[in-house]
């Protein structure tokens, strides 16, 4: 895991190794990027996953420990989607990969999403691992899934090639992944350039409604659990 500022784009590159599954690591480094993002005044962020996957999805290796430690994960998780959907900066994300489950979430949270061509799958899997989505990011799923596609991506648990991933609304555009980098990094620092305090002014108001429905929801799970 890094962070760096770059020509006033801060870049959070993420690589665990393995599969960046979202543990309370994980989290907790984002969220203290995100934090130096903004004392840095950087222009905007870039969210980069390792070579062939984004994110595979929460740590299961964490609900192993137990039910209190499951909830604290899973509720950090969906405050960092809910951060990420109203961060005041442009946040872009170069998908290098697979993009599952709490990693899909996280890439449909950011502003401007690239994804690697290749052969890498880009799911919600709650319907056929017998889950329900999260009734946090239920108002993300409906604002950036193509409504088109809402019943396959989000009933049906339909496993999306990068391609298809556009249509559906998972991302934004599709490059080879040797110009990825580049790529993504070009559009951080465009976006970089808009002026920061509209920039969040109108991205909050685009965004209010969908934020406000996902706090109230944060609340009740929490009240849940608690």
Same mark, same amino acid.
């Given at each position: 895991?890094?962070?760096?500022?770059?020509?006033?784009?801060?870049?959070?590159?993420?690589?665990?190794?393995?599969?960046?599954?979202?543990?309370?690591?994980?989290?907790?480094?984002?969220?203290?990027?995100?934090?130096?993002?903004?004392?840095?005044?950087?222009?905007?962020?870039?969210?980069?996953?390792?070579?062939?996957?984004?994110?595979?999805?929460?740590?299961?290796?964490?609900?192993?420990?137990?039910?209190?430690?499951?909830?604290?994960?899973?509720?950090?998780?969906?405050?960092?989607?809910?951060?990420?959907?109203?961060?005041?900066?442009?946040?872009?994300?170069?998908?290098?990969?697979?993009?599952? @489950?709490? $990693?899909? #979430?996280?890439?449909?949270?950011?502003? !401007? &999403? %690239?994804? @690697?061509? $290749?052969? #890498?799958?880009?799911?919600?899997?709650? !319907? &056929? %691992?017998?889950?329900?989505?999260?009734?946090?990011?239920?108002?993300?799923?409906?604002?950036?899934?193509?409504?088109?596609?809402?019943?396959?991506?989000?009933?049906?648990?339909?496993?999306?090639?990068?391609?298809?991933?556009?249509?559906?609304?998972?991302?934004?555009?599709?490059?080879?992944?040797?110009?990825?980098?580049?790529?993504?990094?070009?559009?951080?620092?465009?976006?970089?350039?808009?002026?920061?305090?509209?920039?969040?002014?109108?991205?909050?108001?685009?965004?209010?409604?969908?934020?406000?429905?996902?706090?109230?929801?944060?609340?009740?799970?929490?009240?849940?659990?608690?």
């Amino acid at each position: 895991m890094e962070y760096l500022l770059e020509d006033s784009v801060a870049r959070i590159n993420l690589d665990d190794g393995k599969a960046n599954v979202v543990s309370p690591k994980f989290i907790q480094f984002v969220n203290d990027s995100l934090d130096r993002a903004q004392a840095d005044s950087a222009g905007a962020v870039l969210i980069t996953g390792r070579e062939g996957i984004f994110s595979a999805g929460f740590d299961l290796k964490e609900f192993e420990k137990g039910m209190e430690q499951g909830i604290a994960m899973v509720s950090g998780g969906m405050a960092l989607a809910q951060r990420l959907y109203g961060y005041p900066l442009p946040v872009v994300a170069a998908c290098t990969g697979h993009a599952i @489950a709490m $990693g899909a #979430f996280l890439l449909l949270a950011c502003d !401007t &999403r %690239i994804g @690697a061509r $290749g052969d #890498f799958r880009f799911t919600l899997p709650e !319907t &056929r %691992i017998s889950m329900a989505i999260p009734r946090v990011v239920q108002p993300l799923c409906q604002q950036r899934l193509s409504p088109g596609y809402l019943t396959r991506a989000v009933v049906q648990s339909e496993i999306f090639g990068p391609d298809k991933a556009v249509e559906a609304g998972f991302l934004d555009e599709v490059e080879e992944p040797e110009k990825l980098a580049a790529t993504a990094l070009d559009a951080a620092q465009v976006l970089a350039q808009l002026p920061q305090e509209f920039y969040a002014e109108n991205k909050l108001f685009m965004r209010d409604k969908t934020l406000q429905e996902m706090q109230v929801e944060f609340d009740k799970a929490l009240a849940a659990a608690g």
